[in-house]
């Protein structure tokens, strides 16, 4: 069992940066790719980014690329997505995940899942 944690979310301005954390079980998220998904009310979980469990493939939306960054630290089992030039379409609540699946974009192959954080971005 894999239990995940998020942290770092909050309000902030348009243009402004967060970084959001995600820690789990000591020890076991290496034996798992991760992924930073996101709902906003009245609509669909989507996938924002992915990475392999080295962390050294990494999957973007489009709708981010550019714009956020996620990486890993399996020592210290913790994803992070480092999120730049926030626009108000990107509010939500952002939960990661973690799967052994290799497709990363669909949110039902991923079984293990935190509790999520909100990110509020003001115009």
């Known amino acids: 069992q894999v239990q995940l944690v998020e942290s770092g979310g909050g309000l902030v301005q348009a243009g402004g940066s967060l970084r959001l954390s995600c820690a789990g079980s000591?020890?076991?998220?290496?034996?798992?790719?991760m992924g930073w998904f996101r709902q906003a009310p009245g609509k669909e979980r989507e996938f924002v980014a992915r990475?392999?469990?080295?962390?050294?493939?990494?999957y973007y939306a489009r709708s981010v690329k550019g714009r956020f960054t996620i990486s890993r630290d399996n020592a210290k089992s913790t994803v992070y997505l480092q999120m730049n030039s926030l626009r108000p379409e990107d509010t939500a609540v952002y939960s990661c995940?973690?799967?052994?699946?290799?497709?990363?974009?669909?949110?039902?192959?991923?079984?293990?899942w935190g509790q999520g954080t909100q990110v509020t971005v003001s115009s």
């Open positions: 000591a020890g076991t998220l290496s034996d798992y790719a």
């Open positions: 990475c392999s469990r080295s962390g050294a493939n990494t």
């Open positions: 995940a973690a799967t052994t699946s290799s497709d990363y974009r669909n949110p039902i192959l991923y079984p293990y």
